[in-house]
């Protein structure tokens, strides 16, 4: 099993650009989740998908959408980017919602916005 | 809200020194804790986690947690630093039913030879 899986690994984009970061999983996971990474902050919840067919809003999900595709894939897109959205971007998924279970993260998007 | 606190962003022990990291969380109501790992350049990986039973957790690489309630601490520690242990840790809570965890800052693991 590859786990989650995330693409591209590194993307530079100009302010106003648009872009789609990819994640999957092949763990049959029902729960997945896009956080950011900043410096000092730790890590920060955007949107999660609690099941497939359904997203919500997490703690910062300004200037993001996504899309659960199916079981295996759940989308972040940024539409107009900001350099304030410059940061490393982690997938995961969970078993299930509860909360008790282990999340298992991808390795990363580092994103860099001029 | 609940919140997360990781007592210092930068810890530096030499090898074979105690390892403890700290954490605290703000919750009425115990949560289930976990603590995470990052190597450079790379995903995060669970170490471990307390959800019920046992207030001494044991995890990978030696490493173990402390849930003690009447402090809203989960520290973690380890008898004997590695020069391999050098990282990024994570404590994290989760207490809703989506799943959805909250993560302290961080703190930096620096192991000196």
């Known amino acids: 099993n590859a786990g989650v899986t995330q693409t591209p690994k590194f993307q530079v984009l100009k302010t106003g650009q648009s872009m789609t970061l990819q994640c999957a999983q092949d763990?049959?996971?029902?729960?997945m989740y896009w956080y950011r990474q900043d410096p000092g902050m730790g890590l920060r919840l955007i949107y999660y998908?609690?099941?497939?067919?359904?997203?919500d809003k997490g703690e910062v999900p300004n200037g993001y959408n996504v899309s659960r595709l199916n079981k295996r894939e759940f989308s972040l897109r940024l539409e107009s980017a900001a350099p304030s959205q410059t940061s490393v971007y982690f997938c995961?998924?969970?078993?299930?919602?509860?909360?008790?279970?282990?999340?298992?993260f991808g390795p990363g998007t580092r994103l860099t916005v001029l | 809200a609940q919140s997360v606190t990781q007592l210092g962003s930068h810890v530096s022990v030499s090898e074979g020194a105690l390892v403890l990291l700290r954490c605290n969380y703000s919750s009425s109501v115990p949560p289930y804790l976990f603590w995470y790992v990052q190597y450079p350049n790379q995903g995060l990986q669970l170490l471990l986690k307390?959800?019920?039973?046992?207030?001494l957790v044991k995890g990978i690489n030696g490493f173990e947690a402390e849930f003690k309630k009447s402090e809203t601490s989960f520290h973690l520690t380890k008898p004997s630093a590695h020069m391999s242990d050098a990282a990024e840790y994570f404590c994290?809570?989760?207490?809703?039913?989506?799943?959805?965890?909250?993560f302290g800052q961080g703190t930096t693991l620096q192991v000196k030879p």
């Open positions: 307390y959800t019920t039973g046992a207030t």
């Open positions: 998908s609690a099941s497939e067919g359904t997203t």
């Open positions: 763990m049959n996971h029902n729960s």
């Open positions: 994290a809570v989760s207490r809703d039913n989506t799943g959805k965890l909250i």
């Open positions: 995961a998924s969970n078993p299930d919602r509860g909360s008790y279970n282990e999340q298992f």
